[in-house]
């Protein structure tokens, strides 16, 4: 077992490592090992996150003077160091957020190439030229950053989300203030010291850790943010949204999923239950893409729930830095009762549980935060578990008997995250597509996982309705300048 370190982390502000003006701390834990403190964070205040954000706003004339090409090297830079990190910081994020060190490195690795992506945006085009009714006129769009942006993390993926937010504020000329989710921010400070040691301008990145309510809460309120990105529950995205709009400022909400899979008779059914178990219990079902509904064909429902039902009987759970074990922790005891709870609530509303359904206390499990793999058959569609994001490894079953119905009832929900189908039927795969309504439409594949070079958000309740990732998040980080000359 690699070794236990409890060490304090700083903010990050205006390129120096700071305690907080509050003197206090928070704790960050091992999900897997409950005694085990992974870090110390700073407990900031209000006061902090002024001297940060003055110090992102003073930077951000420097910094969007610099050319794209020159960002860019600092992101590559970063990126580099991130990369000889990567066994450390991957194992962080194991011991801080309880997905498997398989998980956690393929995470690490997505972050490195997030950032080598953006970094070669600096060299890409920011403009069009549009013909003027004019003839002498000269018409051209260019973009210009936001200036400051504030960037508010979850948990859940504390390398890959405050990479892809950070990373392309930064190479269209903004300046950052991050405030990571408390319970995986030692993780996000790994990161943080990738980019203090790739030598950024002072300002140009800070980090400032504390209480969602009042950091977070802060950035959103702060008259000096011009631009809020958010990955995380809808009940505090609307508040962020709301607060943002008030004041004038452009906001992203990425929120939460109830995303479905649907299995026709004509599938691949193997290739379905592997996909619907690596989308819906990987990283312990805590992904906003996670599969939390499989809507399957009456005529084959009995093949597939057996194969489904005798793969999760052979995942082994336990603490993520194991080789041994395949499902890690949930991040947290309030998460941990959250899932209970609606496992409870699948029970008393009357759907029928096929297999898991418990709390783990056994031998190394009582040390944790552990679920069983779960799932329930017999449900309808106006269940709670059929509706609500539950964020745990927890799939309903949902029998129908044509794909005009499976599709029908895969949007009866808030949500339009993401959304799969598995058939080898091109009419099939067509109307899915044409129907669906979500932002992610995958066919013959798991819900989970996307690729960083394409857009990435949701319809309905799932996001504030714009894309990150890819070249789409030039659209949420700058603002386009029509000029025209004559
Ligand atoms: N879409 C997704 O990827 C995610 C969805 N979720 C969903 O949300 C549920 C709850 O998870 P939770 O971690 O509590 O998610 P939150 O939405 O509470 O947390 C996300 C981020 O927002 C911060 N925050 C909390 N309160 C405020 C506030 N009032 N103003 C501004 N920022 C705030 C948090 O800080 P702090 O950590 O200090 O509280 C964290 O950095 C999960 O069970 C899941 O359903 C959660 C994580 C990711
Ligand atoms: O599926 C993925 O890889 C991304 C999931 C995600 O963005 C999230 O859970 O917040």
Known sequence: MLKTEEKSYLNFINGHWSSSSSNEQLKSINPAVQHEVVGYLQKS??????????????????????????????LYRVADILENRLDEVAESLTREMGKTLPEAKGETARGIAILRYYAGEGLRKIGDVIPSTDSDGLMYTTRTPLGVVGVITPWNFPVAIPLWKMAPALIYGNTVVIKPATEAAVTCAKVMECFAEAGLPEGVVNMVTGQGSVIGQGIAEHPDVDGVTFTGSNQVGKQIGQTCLVRGAKYQLEMGGKNPVIVLEDADLELAVKA???????????????TSRVIVQGTVYDRFKEKLLNEIEKLTVGNGLSKDNWMGPCISQSQLEKILYYIQKGKDEGASLVLGGNQLT??????GYYVEP?????????????????????LALIKVETVEEAIKLANDVEFGLSASIFTTHIQNMLSFIDDIEAGLVRVNAESAGV?????????????SHSREQGRAAIEFFTSIKTVFIK
């Open 45 to 74: 205040t209000v006061e902090d996150l002024n001297q940060a954000v003055a110090a992102a706003k003073e930077a951000k004339h420097n910094w969007r003077k610099l050319s794209g090409n020159a960002r860019g090297n600092y």
């Open 276 to 290: 619907i178990i690596s989308g819906g219990l990987s990283s312990t079902g805590q992904k906003c893409t996670a």
């Open 362 to 367: 056994d031998g190394e499990h009582g040390n």
């Open 374 to 394: 779960t799932v329930f058959e017999n449900v309808s569609n106006d269940m709670t578990i059929a509706q609500e994001e539950i964020f745990g490894p927890v």
């Open 451 to 463: 690729e960083l070079q394409a857009p990435f958000g949701g319809m309905k309740n799932s996001s």
